[in-house]
């Protein structure tokens, strides 16, 4: 955790006390009436505990969750935890109900939930905010990490050559693998920046970028590419998976020999499936590919995380000198 995080976690920490603060203490000075002002006092610290559990279960749980009828629950908890709240208040309530002079419980409950929600709609903001400006940094991040992947000088170099070379002999894989090269560009600087692109299309840039990367390692890494997109309408956040192909390139690279990855991508009954494997050497570390493998796998699981919350299950293995990704995205 860097020091911005931590001043971020502190500042936000800082904000709910100084809200919850205003809570109790508003209402009180607003009812003006100083013969009742530690009643009124008692009555909004035996609350305030509820709109406190209520509020954070909704900020930590249920604002998170992407699941049909989560509505209903959040409704019967907002009457529940009100209910309980005013029963839990009826004691003081009814030791003072004289001074109180004509008290109504269906009111009290009323605008106790009234409370309750209005509480809720600003953190439920507060949440969104903070969601949006979580996927738009991370959409940064990714967008930069991919460029800096994609537009690799050495990367650049090494292609144009091999492409060049191809060139001398008339060769009829060069003028295709410029239009590989010129159509990952393309997609980087025009689709690369959207939030949702086509299936299809990310997963042809993908090829398109297998298709370089086996002239570079021509004779060194052998791909084999299993595919079953049957639906062009389907939409996905773009660059989503290209980590994993990047990875499994990285690593298979350092392993001296020949060797073969083998990924398999397919969409059925509303469901993607994804599934990378690589030849895996333990002496490689993540670490040692930080400034781009390390930091992309996390980036990619931060925007899972953001862009399909309880959508999708990630695993990663590195059993039996393989390393192996399953992804399982609901679009």
């Known amino acids: 955790m860097n020091l911005l995080t931590k001043y971020n976690l502190k500042r936000e920490a800082l904000l709910h006390i100084l809200f919850w603060l205003f809570y109790i203490w508003f209402p009180v000075i607003k009812a003006g009436q100083k013969n009742y002002f530690f009643l009124h006092l008692g009555l909004n610290n ?28 959040m409704i019967l908890f907002f009457l529940f935890l009100s209910l309980l709240s005013v029963l839990v208040s009826k004691e003081i309530i009814d030791f003072y109900i004289q001074q109180l002079g004509n008290y109504s ?44 992947a994609q537009i690799d000088p050495h990367f650049l170099l090494n292609a144009l050559h091999n492409i060049y070379s191809y060139t001398l002999h008339n060769n009829e894989k060069a ?16 689709e690369g920046v959207t939030k949702k692109v086509l299936l299809v299309n990310d997963w042809q840039h993908i090829k398109n970028y297998i298709g370089i990367c086996e002239l570079r390692w021509e004779g060194k890494i052998e791909f084999e590419i299993e595919e ?46 994804f599934d990378c494997k690589n030849p895996y050497d333990p002496a490689f570390n993540i670490s040692d590919f930080s400034t781009s493998t390390g930091i ?7 925007r ?7 959508k999708h299950t990630l695993t990663i293995d590195t059993n039996n000198s393989m390393f192996t990704v399953k992804l399982t995205v609901f679009l």
């Open 228 to 273: 079953n997109i049957n639906d062009p309408t389907v939409l996905i956040s773009p660059l989503l998976l290209m980590t994993f192909v990047e990875n499994a390139i990285k690593y298979t690279s350092k392993i001296k020999g020949s060797q073969k990855i083998s990924i398999q991508i397919k969409w059925a009954d509303g469901c993607l499936f």
């Open 304 to 310: 899972l995380e953001l862009l399909y919350p309880d």
């Open 296 to 302: 992309g796998l996390k980036n990619t699981r931060q």
């Open 46 to 73: 035996l609350e305030t505990p509820f709109a406190m559990l209520l509020t954070y279960i909704n900020f930590f749980y249920f604002f998170r969750i992407e699941r049909k009828g989560k509505v209903i629950y």
């Open 175 to 190: 003028s295709e693998l410029i239009l590989m090269l010129s159509d990952n560009f393309r997609y980087l600087l025009y």
């Open 105 to 148: 419980y269906k009111k009290h409950f009323i605008s106790t939930l009234g409370q309750f929600i209005f509480v809720n709609l600003i953190f439920y903001t507060l949440y969104s905010i903070k969601k949006s400006n979580a996927l738009n940094e991370s959409l940064k991040i990714a967008e930069i990490e991919n460029l800096k």
